[in-house]
Protein backbone atom coordinates (compact mmCIF):
# COMPACT_ATOMS: atom_id res chain seq x y z
CA UNK A 1 0.00 0.00 0.00
CA UNK A 2 2.89 2.34 0.32
CA UNK A 3 3.07 3.36 -3.35
CA UNK A 4 0.25 6.09 -2.85
CA UNK A 5 1.83 7.59 0.61
CA UNK A 6 3.26 10.59 -1.08
CA UNK A 7 -0.75 11.39 -2.83
CA UNK A 8 -2.51 11.09 0.87
CA UNK A 9 0.39 13.29 2.38
CA UNK A 10 -0.32 15.81 -0.33
CA UNK A 11 -4.19 15.66 -0.15
CA UNK A 12 -5.08 15.43 3.55
CA UNK A 13 -2.77 17.98 4.59
CA UNK A 14 -1.76 17.28 8.78
CA UNK A 15 -2.90 18.40 12.11
CA UNK A 16 -0.94 16.78 15.08
CA UNK A 17 -3.19 14.73 17.07
CA UNK A 18 -4.34 16.13 20.54
CA UNK A 19 -2.48 14.44 23.38
CA UNK A 20 -5.09 14.33 26.60
CA UNK A 21 -2.90 12.78 29.18
CA UNK A 22 -4.72 10.16 31.35
CA UNK A 23 -2.32 9.42 34.01
CA UNK A 24 -4.15 11.18 36.54
CA UNK A 25 -7.47 8.85 37.24
CA UNK A 26 -9.07 7.87 39.70
CA UNK A 27 -8.56 4.14 38.93
CA UNK A 28 -4.97 4.16 40.14
CA UNK A 29 -4.82 3.33 43.75
CA UNK A 30 -1.66 5.68 43.66
CA UNK A 31 -3.77 8.60 42.65
CA UNK A 32 -6.65 7.46 44.79
CA UNK A 33 -4.19 7.67 48.12
CA UNK A 34 -3.17 10.96 46.78
CA UNK A 35 -6.36 12.57 46.35
CA UNK A 36 -7.45 11.42 50.10
CA UNK A 37 -4.04 12.52 51.60
CA UNK A 38 -4.07 15.62 49.37
CA UNK A 39 -0.67 14.93 47.99
CA UNK A 40 -0.16 18.09 46.13
CA UNK A 41 3.35 16.87 45.37
CA UNK A 42 2.17 14.05 43.71
CA UNK A 43 -0.27 15.63 41.36
CA UNK A 44 2.54 18.26 40.43
CA UNK A 45 5.09 16.03 39.57
CA UNK A 46 3.00 13.76 37.62
CA UNK A 47 1.64 16.26 35.75
CA UNK A 48 4.65 18.36 34.75
CA UNK A 49 5.76 14.57 33.41
CA UNK A 50 2.89 14.39 31.46
CA UNK A 51 3.20 18.13 29.81
CA UNK A 52 6.73 17.42 29.34
CA UNK A 53 6.73 14.32 27.45
CA UNK A 54 3.90 15.93 24.65
CA UNK A 55 0.47 16.19 26.52
CA UNK A 56 -1.69 19.21 24.94
CA UNK A 57 -4.20 18.60 27.67
CA UNK A 58 -3.38 17.20 31.44
CA UNK A 59 -6.79 15.44 32.39
CA UNK A 60 -8.24 15.47 35.93
CA UNK A 61 -10.08 12.40 36.39
CA UNK A 62 -12.33 12.17 39.84
CA UNK A 63 -14.40 9.37 38.71
CA UNK A 64 -18.33 9.72 39.93
CA UNK A 65 -17.29 11.82 43.20
CA UNK A 66 -20.60 12.07 44.29
CA UNK A 67 -19.83 13.13 47.87
CA UNK A 68 -16.38 15.45 47.36
CA UNK A 69 -16.73 16.25 43.81
CA UNK A 70 -17.12 20.07 43.87
CA UNK A 71 -14.19 19.92 46.81
CA UNK A 72 -12.00 17.70 44.82
CA UNK A 73 -11.90 18.96 41.49
CA UNK A 74 -10.93 22.85 42.45
CA UNK A 75 -8.28 22.14 44.44
CA UNK A 76 -6.82 19.67 41.57
CA UNK A 77 -7.10 22.45 39.69
CA UNK A 78 -5.18 24.90 41.79
CA UNK A 79 -2.56 22.26 42.82
CA UNK A 80 -1.43 21.40 39.18
CA UNK A 81 -2.08 24.63 36.76
CA UNK A 82 0.09 26.88 37.70
CA UNK A 83 3.14 23.67 37.20
CA UNK A 84 2.09 23.30 33.69
CA UNK A 85 1.77 25.37 30.35
CA UNK A 86 -1.19 22.94 28.92
CA UNK A 87 -4.35 23.67 29.69
CA UNK A 88 -6.86 20.75 31.97
CA UNK A 89 -9.21 18.28 30.78
CA UNK A 90 -11.94 17.83 33.53
CA UNK A 91 -13.34 14.31 33.85
CA UNK A 92 -16.02 14.11 36.23
CA UNK A 93 -19.78 12.44 35.96
CA UNK A 94 -20.81 15.21 38.55
CA UNK A 95 -21.30 18.33 36.96
CA UNK A 96 -21.48 20.21 39.66
CA UNK A 97 -17.66 19.13 40.07
CA UNK A 98 -16.72 19.67 36.48
CA UNK A 99 -18.55 23.53 36.87
CA UNK A 100 -16.83 24.13 40.15
CA UNK A 101 -13.20 22.96 38.47
CA UNK A 102 -14.18 25.68 35.35
CA UNK A 103 -14.26 28.03 38.11
CA UNK A 104 -10.67 28.14 39.35
CA UNK A 105 -9.26 27.55 35.62
CA UNK A 106 -6.85 30.11 34.48
CA UNK A 107 -6.69 28.81 31.02
CA UNK A 108 -9.69 27.39 28.82
CA UNK A 109 -10.41 23.71 29.97
CA UNK A 110 -11.74 20.65 28.31
CA UNK A 111 -15.17 19.10 29.25
CA UNK A 112 -15.12 15.33 29.43
CA UNK A 113 -17.71 14.49 29.27
CA UNK A 114 -21.48 14.84 28.19
CA UNK A 115 -23.52 11.84 26.03
CA UNK A 116 -26.34 11.93 24.60
CA UNK A 117 -28.48 11.49 27.49
CA UNK A 118 -30.88 14.73 27.20
CA UNK A 119 -30.93 15.76 31.17
CA UNK A 120 -26.58 15.71 30.57
CA UNK A 121 -26.18 17.59 27.38
CA UNK A 122 -29.04 20.13 28.78
CA UNK A 123 -26.90 20.85 31.84
CA UNK A 124 -23.35 20.71 30.16
CA UNK A 125 -23.61 22.24 26.69
CA UNK A 126 -24.95 25.41 27.96
CA UNK A 127 -21.63 25.12 30.46
CA UNK A 128 -19.33 24.39 27.43
CA UNK A 129 -20.87 27.54 26.09
CA UNK A 130 -20.59 30.05 29.30
CA UNK A 131 -16.96 28.80 29.66
CA UNK A 132 -15.64 28.50 25.96
CA UNK A 133 -14.75 25.06 26.73
CA UNK A 134 -14.21 22.40 24.13
CA UNK A 135 -16.58 19.00 25.13
CA UNK A 136 -16.36 16.13 24.59
CA UNK A 137 -20.19 14.01 23.64
CA UNK A 138 -20.27 10.43 23.76
CA UNK A 139 -22.41 8.48 21.85
CA UNK A 140 -24.43 6.81 23.99
CA UNK A 141 -27.89 7.27 25.68
CA UNK A 142 -29.39 5.45 28.80
CA UNK A 143 -29.60 2.51 26.62
CA UNK A 144 -26.48 2.07 26.00
CA UNK A 145 -23.72 2.41 22.98
CA UNK A 146 -25.29 1.61 19.42
CA UNK A 147 -23.52 -1.26 18.07
CA UNK A 148 -22.89 -0.11 14.14
CA UNK A 149 -21.11 3.05 13.25
CA UNK A 150 -24.86 3.94 11.53
CA UNK A 151 -26.01 4.18 15.21
CA UNK A 152 -23.13 6.02 16.37
CA UNK A 153 -23.49 8.52 13.65
CA UNK A 154 -27.07 9.05 14.13
CA UNK A 155 -26.62 10.35 17.76
CA UNK A 156 -23.25 12.23 16.61
CA UNK A 157 -25.63 13.90 14.72
CA UNK A 158 -28.02 14.37 16.95
CA UNK A 159 -25.94 15.56 19.55
CA UNK A 160 -23.77 18.69 17.15
CA UNK A 161 -27.43 19.77 16.72
CA UNK A 162 -27.95 20.12 20.49
CA UNK A 163 -25.04 21.46 21.06
CA UNK A 164 -25.31 24.03 18.62
CA UNK A 165 -29.00 24.64 19.89
CA UNK A 166 -26.88 25.64 23.00
CA UNK A 167 -24.35 28.02 21.62
CA UNK A 168 -21.74 25.35 20.93
CA UNK A 169 -20.23 25.01 17.75
CA UNK A 170 -19.21 21.55 15.88
CA UNK A 171 -15.66 23.61 15.76
CA UNK A 172 -16.24 22.98 19.82
CA UNK A 173 -17.13 19.50 19.90
CA UNK A 174 -15.44 16.56 20.07
CA UNK A 175 -17.45 13.25 19.37
CA UNK A 176 -16.20 10.41 21.38
CA UNK A 177 -17.37 6.68 19.73
CA UNK A 178 -16.67 5.21 22.67
CA UNK A 179 -14.03 2.41 22.35
CA UNK A 180 -14.52 -1.26 23.34
CA UNK A 181 -12.55 -3.89 24.61
CA UNK A 182 -11.00 -6.39 21.65
CA UNK A 183 -11.46 -9.05 24.31
CA UNK A 184 -15.40 -8.58 24.78
CA UNK A 185 -16.40 -7.15 21.51
CA UNK A 186 -13.66 -7.69 18.83
CA UNK A 187 -16.27 -6.99 15.64
CA UNK A 188 -16.62 -3.75 17.45
CA UNK A 189 -12.95 -1.98 17.12
CA UNK A 190 -13.70 -1.44 13.25
CA UNK A 191 -17.07 -0.23 14.08
CA UNK A 192 -15.42 2.75 16.14
CA UNK A 193 -12.88 3.46 13.29
CA UNK A 194 -16.08 3.55 10.63
CA UNK A 195 -17.66 5.65 13.57
CA UNK A 196 -14.39 8.12 13.42
CA UNK A 197 -14.91 8.18 9.64
CA UNK A 198 -18.52 8.54 9.61
CA UNK A 199 -18.43 11.65 12.10
CA UNK A 200 -15.73 13.64 9.87
CA UNK A 201 -18.88 14.43 7.32
CA UNK A 202 -21.68 15.24 9.59
CA UNK A 203 -20.89 18.80 9.74
CA UNK A 204 -19.14 21.46 8.26
CA UNK A 205 -16.95 22.49 9.68
CA UNK A 206 -16.21 19.14 10.47
CA UNK A 207 -16.66 18.13 14.12
CA UNK A 208 -13.51 16.98 15.92
CA UNK A 209 -13.04 13.46 17.04
CA UNK A 210 -11.42 11.67 20.62
CA UNK A 211 -11.53 8.32 21.71
CA UNK A 212 -10.26 6.76 25.31
CA UNK A 213 -7.75 4.83 23.57
CA UNK A 214 -6.40 2.61 26.58
CA UNK A 215 -9.75 0.75 26.54
CA UNK A 216 -9.41 -1.23 23.47
CA UNK A 217 -6.80 -3.41 25.03
CA UNK A 218 -8.58 -3.56 28.92
CA UNK A 219 -8.71 -7.22 29.45
CA UNK A 220 -5.55 -8.40 27.34
CA UNK A 221 -1.97 -9.06 28.74
CA UNK A 222 -0.02 -6.48 30.31
CA UNK A 223 2.85 -7.32 28.03
CA UNK A 224 0.60 -7.02 24.76
CA UNK A 225 -1.46 -3.91 25.47
CA UNK A 226 1.15 -1.33 24.58
CA UNK A 227 1.20 -2.72 21.00
CA UNK A 228 -2.67 -3.07 20.94
CA UNK A 229 -2.81 0.29 21.87
CA UNK A 230 -0.48 1.86 18.79
CA UNK A 231 -1.27 0.23 16.60
CA UNK A 232 -5.13 0.54 16.74
CA UNK A 233 -4.07 4.58 17.38
CA UNK A 234 -2.10 4.65 13.76
CA UNK A 235 -5.77 3.15 12.36
CA UNK A 236 -7.53 5.65 13.68
CA UNK A 237 -5.05 8.53 12.91
CA UNK A 238 -5.99 7.01 9.08
CA UNK A 239 -9.68 7.36 9.69
CA UNK A 240 -8.79 11.21 10.86
CA UNK A 241 -9.03 11.08 14.29
CA UNK A 242 -7.87 14.48 15.95
CA UNK A 243 -7.25 13.39 19.75
CA UNK A 244 -6.75 10.86 21.87
CA UNK A 245 -7.01 9.64 25.86
CA UNK A 246 -3.21 8.37 26.30
CA UNK A 247 -0.30 8.02 28.29
CA UNK A 248 1.89 10.56 26.92
CA UNK A 249 4.54 8.42 28.79
CA UNK A 250 4.60 5.66 26.84
CA UNK A 251 7.31 6.60 24.37
CA UNK A 252 6.83 3.63 22.28
CA UNK A 253 2.78 5.19 21.23
CA UNK A 254 4.20 9.06 21.06
CA UNK A 255 6.83 7.52 18.69
CA UNK A 256 4.32 6.06 16.26
CA UNK A 257 2.38 9.12 16.55
CA UNK A 258 5.57 10.99 15.62
CA UNK A 259 5.97 8.45 12.95
CA UNK A 260 2.90 8.64 11.21
CA UNK A 261 2.61 12.54 11.21
CA UNK A 262 6.15 12.94 9.89
CA UNK A 263 6.01 10.17 6.89
CA UNK A 264 8.93 8.75 8.87
CA UNK A 265 9.95 5.42 6.88
CA UNK A 266 13.57 5.83 7.52
CA UNK A 267 13.03 2.13 9.57
CA UNK A 268 11.31 -0.96 8.86
CA UNK A 269 8.54 -0.69 11.35
CA UNK A 270 8.35 3.15 10.74
CA UNK A 271 7.43 2.18 6.53
CA UNK A 272 4.80 -0.20 8.11
CA UNK A 273 3.24 1.90 10.25
CA UNK A 274 2.73 4.43 7.77
CA UNK A 275 1.61 1.61 5.14
CA UNK A 276 -1.00 0.90 7.61
CA UNK A 277 -2.16 4.91 8.40
CA UNK A 278 -1.92 5.92 4.80
CA UNK A 279 -4.49 2.36 3.83
CA UNK A 280 -6.77 3.42 6.41
CA UNK A 281 -6.85 7.08 4.90
CA UNK A 282 -7.95 5.18 1.65
CA UNK A 283 -10.44 3.65 3.18
CA UNK A 284 -8.01 0.24 2.92
CA UNK A 285 -5.66 -1.77 4.11
CA UNK A 286 -2.07 -3.54 4.91
CA UNK A 287 -1.56 -6.59 2.82
CA UNK A 288 1.37 -9.15 3.61
CA UNK A 289 3.56 -7.73 0.55
CA UNK A 290 4.04 -4.24 3.17
CA UNK A 291 5.26 -6.37 5.96
CA UNK A 292 8.95 -8.09 6.03
CA UNK A 293 7.97 -11.31 7.28
CA UNK A 294 11.75 -11.79 8.76
CA UNK A 295 11.50 -8.47 11.61
CA UNK A 296 9.79 -9.89 14.24
CA UNK A 297 8.34 -6.17 15.48
CA UNK A 298 7.40 -5.99 12.11
CA UNK A 299 4.91 -9.30 11.93
CA UNK A 300 3.68 -8.83 15.39
CA UNK A 301 2.17 -5.55 14.32
CA UNK A 302 0.68 -7.29 10.95
CA UNK A 303 -0.19 -10.07 13.89
CA UNK A 304 -2.02 -7.32 15.76
CA UNK A 305 -3.67 -5.63 12.40
CA UNK A 306 -5.25 -8.93 12.12
CA UNK A 307 -7.22 -9.32 15.17
CA UNK A 308 -8.08 -5.60 15.18
CA UNK A 309 -9.61 -6.39 11.49
CA UNK A 310 -11.25 -9.47 12.93
CA UNK A 311 -9.62 -11.29 10.59
CA UNK A 312 -8.42 -13.64 13.05
CA UNK A 313 -10.01 -14.91 16.61
CA UNK A 314 -8.58 -12.79 19.47
CA UNK A 315 -7.17 -14.99 22.09
CA UNK A 316 -4.51 -13.36 24.96
CA UNK A 317 -2.02 -15.04 22.79
CA UNK A 318 -1.85 -14.60 19.31
CA UNK A 319 1.12 -12.94 19.31
CA UNK A 320 2.27 -16.73 19.86
CA UNK A 321 0.44 -18.28 17.28
Not at 246 to 253: A, F, G, N
Not at 263 to 274: F, R, Y
Request: charge should be negative; proline fraction near 5%; hydrophobic fraction near 45%.
Amino acid sequence: MTHYSSLITSLLGRMDMLVIGENIHIISPRVKTAIDEQDAAFFKALAKKQANAGADYVELNIGPSRKRGTEIMPWLVETVQDEISVPLSLDTTNADAIEAGLKKCKRTALINSTSAEVARRNRLFPMAAEYKSPIIALTMTEKGIPNTADGRAELGFELINAAAELGVGSDQLFLDPLVLPISADQAGVQVTVESIRMFKGLSDPPVKTVVGLSNVSNGAPNENRPLINRVFLVMLLGAGLDAAIVDPLDEKLMEAVRIVESQDTSTGVGKLLCALYNAYAAGESITPDDVDMSDPDQVAIWKTVRVLRNEVIYADSYLRV
